[in-house]
């Protein structure tokens, strides 16, 4: 960084009071618009800065002020998340901009190693973020973890109605029945976010509640069992998310959308699995767009691996890391089973697997399997111990659909 440029400025927490500088920054960047805000259900950008206050009080927000004007700015939501069955708190990061006056003098790069810092003090061994630019984020050693895919259906397309024991409720997208569905399912899915209130707050804060209503799948037992999210509009179902814990609530969830077939021409919407729709379609010729979503980084390797559910292995191995930002990652990780325990040590054991930041987490996200990664030069290793790594590595695919 250019000495002359940083002498006058200094880089601090944001605070409350400082909110309508963090939301003015942030609209400027993502070019927020009055007609945005409206189409979100608040009446004006003051009601919507007004919004944003709780942000500012449970997050940890930082940024660079040239004096008492806030130019460039990071938010870490607190968050949890399932890793492969192990709950993990995790760093959200969201709110990253800088005026375009103050852009090329690495502000950003500071503020990306003082947010990981932060992120490490407070045991967050992992980051997810939404990517404005992937070869950007990829370059401070993040890497894409999940897709999301977008489909688009004819009415005549549909599935054909399946005989299932239970019923469909249309209840509020608030229902305490949505909540106990989705904690269910968050932890039982890989790579889901465990929504508190303040969560659910922002997964809706850019959409009109509202205006959308939530199905229910409710067993025999009247027990919930999944949940659809929807709205109608100018003969278009609009699917915004389907969760489920069994394919008993997945079919009843598709026999309520199939019941609106003399209402709509098309059905669109949104999965954040690896699941094709198409293959679960009778008529499979359906339009589909898988793109990439969110992007993970590994915080602190260290205190990762010892809390992630490898299989039991006999091979030990140790994985050299490189960090571009993250220091503490560059080195050594050996990994070993001892009495039952997964043993991690800054020592090299076994046979090296060396590899960057980004494909360590990809890989521990699985987002592409070890031998994927090792064909295309991501990973290099020997031949047993890639054998090893496919085996001890869940094979689960990340789910994640929110938004922050």
């Known amino acids: 960084m250019d000495k002359s440029f940083h002498q006058n400025l200094v880089i601090r927490p944001v605070e409350e009071t400082d909110v309508a500088q963090f939301n003015e920054l942030l609209s400027y960047v993502f070019q927020v618009t009055e007609s945005d805000i409206e189409e979100s259900g608040f009446e004006n950008k003051r009601e919507m ?7 500012l009080e449970l997050s940890k927000v930082f940024g660079w002020f040239n004096q008492e004007q806030l130019i460039s700015q990071i938010a870490i939501y607190p968050c949890e998340v399932n890793i492969h069955g192990s709950l993990y ?4 990061v969201t709110g990253v901009g800088t005026y375009p006056e103050y852009a090329g003098h690495g502000l950003m790069n500071e503020l990306i190693r003082v947010a990981l810092q932060n992120m490490r003090e407070n045991q967050q061994w992992i980051s997810y973020l ?3 630019s992937i070869p950007y984020y990829r370059r401070k050693g993040w890497e894409i973890m999940s897709d999301k895919l977008t489909f688009k259906i004819r009415d005549t397309q549909l599935p054909k109605t399946v005989d299932v024991p239970g019923m469909v409720e249309r209840q509020e997208v608030d229902h305490e029945d949505v909540y106990k ?4 399912f968050a932890k039982a899915n890989h790579g889901a976010l465990q929504r508190t209130r303040f969560n659910w707050e922002e997964y809706w804060r850019y959409e009109n509640e509202d205006e959308r209503t939530a199905a229910i799948y409710y067993d025999r037992q009247g027990e919930p069992q999944g949940v659809l999210f929807y709205w109608i509009a100018e003969e278009v179902f609009h699917i915004k998310e389907m969760f489920y814990l069994d394919q008993e609530a997945r079919n009843g969830l598709w026999n309520f959308v199939t019941a609106h077939f003399s209402m709509v021409y098309w059905i669109k919407g949104n999965i954040y699995k690896n699941e094709p729709l ?3 379609l009778e008529d499979s010729q359906i339009r589909e767009t898988i793109e990439p979503y969110f992007m993970a980084r590994i915080v602190d390797v260290e205190k990762f691996l010892k809390d992630f559910p490898f299989k039991p292995f006999r091979q030990a191995f140790h994985f050299v890391v490189t960090d571009p930002i993250a220091e503490w990652n560059n080195g050594t990780f050996g990994l070993f089973w001892e009495e039952g325990n997964l043993q991690v040590t800054r020592e090299p054991v076994g046979q090296p697997v060396h590899l960057d930041i980004q494909t360590l987490t990809c890989l521990l996200m699985n987002y592409r399997r070890a031998a994927y990664l090792m064909r295309i030069e991501r990973v ?3 031949a047993q111990t890639l054998r090893t790594l496919e085996k001890i590595i869940p094979d689960m695919e990340a ?3 929110d938004d922050f």
């Open 278 to 280: 198409a293959f679960l």
């Open 49 to 55: 800065i007004k919004s944003k206050k709780p942000i």
């Open 380 to 382: 290099k290793t020997d």
């Open 181 to 184: 569905v989705y904690d269910r």
């Open 130 to 132: 939404y990517p404005y």
């Open 89 to 92: 708190k995790m760093g959200g």
């Open 399 to 401: 789910y994640f659909s």
